[in-house]
C-alpha cells in the first residue's frame, strides 16, 4: 500500500501534541508527496510559524530525507487536477494533491482536510486521526 501525504500531516509534524507525534509516525513509515505540498509546507512554517529560512530549510531537509518521493507537478498533473475539480467538485488545489496522488500510483491519500471515505479512481481518501 502507498500513501500520498497531504501537507497538513507535515504541519502537524511540527508540534508537541498527540497528533503530532501520530503525523511524525506516519511520516517515518513512508509515502510519497509532491513538490505542492513542499512549497505548501514551507508557506506555513514561515507565516503561521514565523520560523526563519534557516529553521525552514532544515524542516525541508527533514521531510526530503523521511519521504524521499516527491513528485513534480508538471502539465499533465495540472491537467488533470482541472478535471478532476472539474467533474468532482473539489477546490483546484486539492485536485492537484489528488492528481499527484494518482499519478504516482498511490492507493490512498493521507490527509485531514478532505472528504475521508471518498474514493477517486481507486484513491482511497484517508484521515488518519479519524476514530
Known amino acids: 500500500m502507498t500513501a500520498?501525504?497531504?501537507?497538513?500531516?507535515?504541519?502537524?509534524?511540527?508540534g508537541t501534541d498527540a497528533k503530532s507525534e501520530m503525523a511524525?509516525?506516519?511520516?517515518?513509515?513512508?509515502?510519497?508527496?509532491?513538490?505542492?505540498?513542499l512549497n505548501e509546507f514551507t508557506s506555513v512554517l514561515r507565516r503561521k510559524f514565523s520560523m526563519s529560512w534557516d529553521e525552514i530549510t532544515e524542516a525541508l531537509e527533514d521531510v526530503k530525507i523521511a519521504l524521499d518521493n516527491v513528485r513534480p507537478i508538471g502539465l499533465e498533473t495540472h491537467s488533470a487536477a482541472v478535471e478532476l475539480a472539474r467533474e468532482h467538485g473539489f477546490s483546484f488545489y486539492d485536485a492537484l494533491i489528488i492528481a499527484a496522488a494518482l499519478e504516482a500510483g498511490c492507493d490512498q491519500l493521507l490527509t485531514e482536510d478532505m472528504q475521508a471515505g471518498r474514493r477517486i479512481e481507486g484513491l482511497a481518501i484517508v484521515n488518519p486521526f479519524a476514530g
Open 24 to 37: 511524525r509516525q506516519i511520516i517515518l513509515e513512508g509515502g510519497v508527496i509532491s513538490v505542492q505540498v
Open 4 to 14: 500520498f501525504l497531504d501537507t497538513n500531516l507535515l504541519v502537524y509534524a511540527q
